[in-house]
Every structure is written in C-alpha cells, then in structure tokens.
C-alpha cells in the first residue's frame, strides 16, 4: 500500500533559522504531491503542489518544496522561519487511486 | 467559488448515543468527498470516500459509517458511539483527478463521555 514517511515528528527552530522538513513516498508511479499546513486552532490549508513541470514548487509565505522522483522525495523548505510558522505540517500524496494518502505531521515550533 | 461546510463544531456525546456529521459543499459539482480522523501524533486517517451518490468506499473498519443522500452532501453516522470514537472528525473534497488535492472542512471536536 502506498504511504507517506515524515521522520521529523517535532521541531523547534530559533526565528530567523532555515527549515527543513523531511518526506518520502513509496508509491512507484506518476505522483501528485502536497503540503498542507494546520495553524493552532485552524483548519487544514494547502501550502503548496506539484503534479507536473518545475520539480522546485513555490508555495505561500514563502515555503518551497523540491519533487525528487530518484529519491522519492518532497521536502519542505524556508530559508528563514518566522513565529507565525509555528504549525503541524503535513506532507500528502496520490498513489493511483481517488484518495490521498498523508505522513504522521511534524509539529514545528518556532521560538522568539 | 467554492465552499464547504461542516457541522456541529464541537459536540459531546455519552456512550451509546447515535452520531451524525455533516458536510456539505457549494460550488461544485460530482466533488469526491472524504471523511478523516485527525489524533495526535497519528496525522490524518482516511475513514471514507465517495466518489458518487451511493458510492461509499470505508477505508477502515469501525463503529462508523458514511452516508452520500445527495450530490454535494457526506453524512458521517454511528448507531452506538463507542469511548475510541472520541476524536476530531474532517471532511474534505477533491476534484477526481486530485491535481489540486483537497479542501477540508474546519472540522468537528467529538468527545465522548
């Protein structure tokens, strides 16, 4: 079955620091890949997509993510976080079927 | 544009009681629906999926169902709710070729007592 590893299950980062966030997917097929974002007390959003094209997607508050299909990896990145990115981060992706499939979330935390 | 809507927000149930969420979608048409388990440390379970009135595919077996008695609408139901149902419940649409992946609901927190 296809699934989704996030291995950074929490991170905490001094403002201003760069981020990194880890993502696999095993699905061996033609992918869609996601990022999408829960602030405290808010629903699920999208960061950012890629099903085709560019393999480096640019996404809002300026968050990226690089598609490498040798790797099977999308992993999210910024170069300096602010406080307001603190927030579970989930990575997503399509396997073939009608459903996405997610990671476990990392809960990143940003520190003043 | 489109819009979806999720209901109660928050809802406390006893054991044993029936349950029923609702979703319901605006501004589109033939939506592929979901319904997910959101718990800590778990990240997003996939409970249904309907790509079609009547069409419901249950992804984990459990005390739920799911219900599509209309085009844009996703009932998620118990007839007894169990202890473990306890959890916060999302509801989310897709076009079928997921280009765009989802949109979720704002959710409902369900504890039950």
């Known amino acids: 079955a296809q699934s989704v590893s996030q291995h950074n299950h929490h991170v905490i980062l001094s403002e201003a620091a760069s981020l990194e966030l880890g993502c696999n997917y095993s699905?061996?097929?033609?992918?869609?890949l996601f990022w999408y974002v829960q602030y405290p007390g808010q629903h699920l959003q999208l960061l950012l997509k890629?099903?085709?094209?560019?393999?480096l997607v640019k996404g809002i508050k300026g968050f990226e993510a690089e598609f490498i299909k040798s790797k099977f990896s999308f992993n999210l990145r910024k170069p300096s976080v602010q406080w307001s990115d603190t927030a579970e981060y989930f990575c997503?992706?399509?396997?073939?079927?009608?459903?996405?499939?997610f990671g476990t979330g990392t809960q990143l935390k940003v520190e003043l | 544009s489109q819009t979806i809507h999720q209901w109660p927000a928050t809802l406390v149930q006893p054991v044993g009681s029936p349950l029923s969420l609702e979703c319901t979608v605006e501004?589109?048409?033939?939506?592929?629906l979901y319904w997910y388990r959101q718990a800590a440390g778990r990240g997003l379970q996939l409970l249904f999926y309907?790509?079609?009135?009547?069409?419901i595919s249950s992804e984990v077996p459990q005390n739920l169902s799911a219900s599509r008695p209309q085009d844009r609408q996703f009932i998620l139901s118990s007839k007894k709710l169990l202890l473990s149902d306890s959890g916060f419940y999302l509801c989310?649409?897709?076009?079928?070729?997921?280009?765009?992946?989802?949109?979720f609901g704002s959710g409902t927190r369900l504890t039950v007592v």
């Open positions: 501004g589109t048409s033939n939506p592929n």
């Open positions: 309907s790509i079609g009135i009547g069409q």
């Open positions: 699905y061996g097929g033609t992918v869609n």
């Open positions: 989310a649409w897709s076009l079928g070729h997921l280009n765009y992946g989802y949109t």
């Open positions: 890629y099903f085709s094209g560019d393999p």
């Open positions: 997503a992706s399509t396997g073939g079927g009608n459903k996405l499939t």
